[in-house]
């Protein structure tokens, strides 16, 4: 997603670390285009709500063994929590400040927003919308420096370089920008739903640029809490079930769990986990409804989509 595109075979290798899992992917050029060259998911089974940290040293020490990936050039995801988005209405002179200027002229209002201090941010911000009466929409991302540096240290320790730092939802604008079929989209409104186990994040997107980012209920830590209270069973299982048999709308309905969870065959899982999620469910679907139409009310341009 982040591959460095260059006249190198090989990309950047790709590194994205989660709460729960480590992902690292590797492209190759060949004549017909590019390929993966080698890739790594990692995924672990969180027994609590709040699990240990994923051993990205450990995991990175295999990964770059004999016959995974080529080269010692990576190129680092951020995303929450390490990455925050914000949307503020700031005067339109800031903008042409330079990053650390515009960090120090944000940061009373960052302070504000942000759960960490935002003197100890990378800040980068772009308009939205253009300026009105002197001031201008604007989104603004913000990264922790001492969350980046906690990953530049891990990478340092196993000897591999970290050749460019990038955030998910404006890696995927760029990735969409050049894409064929995008070109006939530069006034859509598109979305990106970051189902995460802490939170769930939802970025609005016009073309390429991020508009919009908020924080849904519906990460997947809320989702197995939901289901181990309704099942009435240790947060570890309810997650192996969700893992499992996976959550699907059937036409028989809600079913019960009156008489226990063994007079209920797999087949009839899937359905009853939607039943006890449908709520939850429901009300993601009516926030990112609202969210796009706050959006397009907001930018209205002719022939959005």
Known sequence: MIALWTRQK??????????????????????DGYHVYHWLNVETDPTSPDPPPVDVAGHLKVAFGPGAFK??????????????????????TLMTRK????????????????????????????????AINGMVST???????????????????RRLECRLADVV????????????????????????????FKACRLYLMLADSPVYARVLRAGGRELT????????????????????YGIKPTDRGVRSVVGGLGRINEEALPGMLHAI??????????DIERSFRFVLDRHNPSGMG
């Open 139 to 157: 989104m603004v991302a913000a990264a922790r420096t001492q969350a980046v540096q906690k990953y530049l240290d891990v990478l340092e320790s």
């Open 99 to 130: 990053p650390g200027e515009l960090r120090e002229a944000l940061q009373v209002e960052l302070d504000r927003q942000l759960p960490w201090p935002a003197a100890e941010s990378e800040v980068s911000a772009w308009p939205v919308l253009p």
């Open 277 to 286: 999620l449908a709520k939850t469910l429901e009300t993601l679907a009516a």
């Open 225 to 244: 809490e939901t289901l181990a209270r309704a099942l009435r069973v240790e947060f570890s299982v309810a997650e192996q079930y969700k893992r499992l």
């Open 71 to 92: 080269g010692r050039k990576v190129g680092l995801a951020l995303a929450p929590p390490d990455v925050e988005y914000r949307l503020l209405d700031v005067p339109a």
């Open 169 to 196: 939802p404006n890696a995927l604008g760029r990735l969409r920008a050049a894409q064929p079929a995008a070109s006939n989209g530069e006034n859509q409104v598109w979305g990106v739903l970051d189902m995460g």
């Open 10 to 31: 090989a990309s950047l290798v790709a590194l994205d670390v989660g709460t729960c899992s480590l992902r690292a992917v590797q492209l190759v050029r060949k004549t």
